[in-house]
């Protein structure tokens, strides 16, 4: 079993069925009776070098609600700021508490941390992957569709219009073990790295998966059951936010482009959304949207997630 949670490559689809089973039942426990004592006497330190709503509270209220502790430490306020390196951070982390959640700017700092450190380091966000938020989608798409067997995940096709950023790599990534469809539809210049289409390739052919890059949103979203869209300036790349709006107009999630794909088709985001830009309000507050509903399970997964790392340890 793997120590970390850092990328979705790192796991088989049985063990993603498996967390995600987890999710299910700590959601169906409303009151929280079975499973308020899971993570008695644990301690999970949250450090996070971007600004996080969803992660860092579900991550914080999910350790509370397990029984756990989270300690929110703000890298300013840690000698990391004055140049302490992350290895010997990550070893003293490792004698005091039980697991590190981490949202980085480089993703090579949380494979450095969890190289170092003893105990699991969970990535809650880096340039490169958002794996927390992925798992977390895949489980409101099943919950959405009513699907339970992992098989039937492979009639669903996604697009991906926008940005080719962390989120856009980690959903390929998911698609590719669990064997779905996945179009990604950026401007030419903003596409998705190579490593991570060769990646979701290698791991596509024992899958199954159809992995895609189409230009034109349109053709994009074409019989599409789910639309995912994100920032078009993720967070450090604020600078370019208005020369992007410019670039990214044709790629706006709204009704016109809705009607491409199938009609009962679902809208993802994993937010903070700039309304008016990626996606309208009118698609964030309709009927097909689904974007809530995510952002809860956020909560729901990120237990899950603690528990299968921490629960044996
Ligand atoms: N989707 C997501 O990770 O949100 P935060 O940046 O608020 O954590
Ligand atoms: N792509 C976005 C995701 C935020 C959750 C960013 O990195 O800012």
């Not at 995600?20 to 644990?42: S, V, Y």
């Not at 989120?167 to 469809?181: F, N, T, V």
């Not at 903003?190 to 998966?209: C, T």
């Amino acid at each position: 079993m793997n120590k970390n949670f850092i990328s979705l490559a790192d796991f088989s689809k049985e063990e993603i069925f498996n967390i995600l089973l987890e999710a299910k039942k700590l959601k169906n426990d409303k009151k929280n009776l079975d499973t308020a004592k899971l993570l008695q006497g644990k301690t999970l330190a949250l450090i996070l070098q971007k600004p996080s709503t969803r992660t860092l509270v579900s991550f914080a209220a999910g350790m509370v609600q397990l029984g756990g502790n989270p300690l929110i430490l703000n890298p300013q306020d840690l000698q990391l700021k004055r140049g302490e390196t992350l290895t010997d951070t990550a070893k003293i982390l490792s004698f005091y508490v039980d697991a590190i959640m981490i949202r980085a700017n480089k993703h090579e700092e949380v494979e450095e941390l969890a190289k170092y450190a003893a105990i699991p380091v969970i990535n809650g966000l880096t340039d490169k992957e958002h794996p927390c938020q992925v798992l977390s989608d895949i489980f409101t798409i099943l919950e959405q569709k009513k699907i339970n067997s992992p098989e039937d995940l492979k009639q669903i096709k996604i697009s991906y219009v926008g940005d080719g950023n962390n989120i856009s790599h980690s959903l390929i990534l998911a698609a590719a073990i669990l064997g779905m469809e996945i179009v990604v539809s950026s401007p030419k210049n903003y596409v998705v790295e190579k490593e991570f289409v060769q990646k979701g390739l290698e791991l596509g052919r024992e899958s199954g998966a159809k992995i895609s890059l189409i230009t034109d949103p349109m053709a994009a979203v074409g019989n599409s059951d789910i639309i995912y869209t994100d920032v078009w300036a993720s967070m450090g790349k604020e600078e370019e936010r208005e020369h992007r709006k410019q670039i990214f107009k044709p790629y706006q999630v709204n009704v016109a482009l809705l009607a491409f794909a199938k009609p009962q088709v679902l809208v993802m985001h994993c937010l903070p959304a700039h309304r008016g830009e990626e996606i309208t309000d009118e698609v964030m507050d309709g009927p097909r949207s689904i974007i809530f509903e995510q952002a809860e399970n956020r909560l729901h997964v990120q237990k899950a997630i603690l528990l299968h790392l921490l629960k044996s340890l």
